[in-house]
T-cell receptor
């Protein structure tokens, strides 16, 4: 089956530093990847849609200068949280879309837990 | 605005019971609907995906149905087990290549 990995699985950083999270589709090429954020006991909220080779599309209220997304290849997208603050502490999950003929499905990574101290 | 609503928000039932989780969505336009399971602190596990042309999907003790006209989907869990305890998320894709819209989930606790 289609597998999506994320690295790191968890990270602790100091306020003001930047953190990069990688999302990889391991056994398929994904032209589109999505980044979500999940606060405790809440559902996933889409942050941005990332297409290979083009700029990401951010959802309303998401600061594009703070959450930098790079989708340099068909198997890798990165999310960089710049100048992180404690309120950025959250669970970040990526997904990668796979088109197979007429079907379309998103496959999710295991998530990255970010704690900003 | 597209919305996905899940009822109930939380549910506790004794082991062995059959149960139904409900999901409703605005706008009958739908490409597919998917049910996920999420354990605390973990990522998502896809349970069932129903294409817009389908009415239901089954996997083991799980059965998911889709009624586009009423904007509803249900997840039926038969003979519940303590290992079924988790949060169940309903998610809708309106168009192919489109983003997924998640409900807030139902937190299920199966009592041994």
């Amino acid at each position: 089956g289609a597998v999506v990995s994320q690295h790191p699985s968890w990270v602790i950083c100091k306020s003001g530093t930047s953190v990069k999270i990688e999302c990889r589709s391991l056994d398929f090429q994904a032209t589109t990847m999505f980044w979500y954020r999940q606060f405790p006991k809440q559902s996933l909220m889409l942050m941005a849609t990332s297409n290979e080779g083009s700029k990401a599309t951010y959802e309303q209220g998401v600061e594009k200068d703070k959450f930098l997304i790079n989708h340099a290849s068909l198997t890798l997208s990165t999310l960089t949280v710049t100048s992180a603050h404690p309120e950025d502490s959250s669970f970040y999950i990526c997904s990668a879309s796979l088109r197979d003929g007429s079907s379309y499905e998103q496959y999710f990574g295991p998530g990255t837990r970010l704690t900003v101290t | 605005k597209q919305e996905v609503t899940q009822i109930p928000a939380a549910l506790s039932v004794p082991e062995g019971e059959n149960l139904v989780l409900n999901c409703s969505f605005t706008d009958s336009a739908i490409y597919n609907l998917q049910w996920f399971r999420q354990d605390p602190g973990k990522g998502l596990t896809s349970l069932l995906l129903i294409q817009s042309s389908q009415r239901e999907q089954t996997s083991g003790r799980l059965n998911a149905s889709l009624d586009k006209s009423s904007g509803r989907s249900t997840l039926y869990i038969a003979a519940s087990q303590p290992g079924d305890s988790a949060t169940y998320l309903c998610a809708k894709v309106m168009n192919r290549d489109d983003k997924i819209i998640f409900g807030k989930g139902t937190r299920l606790h199966i009592l041994p």
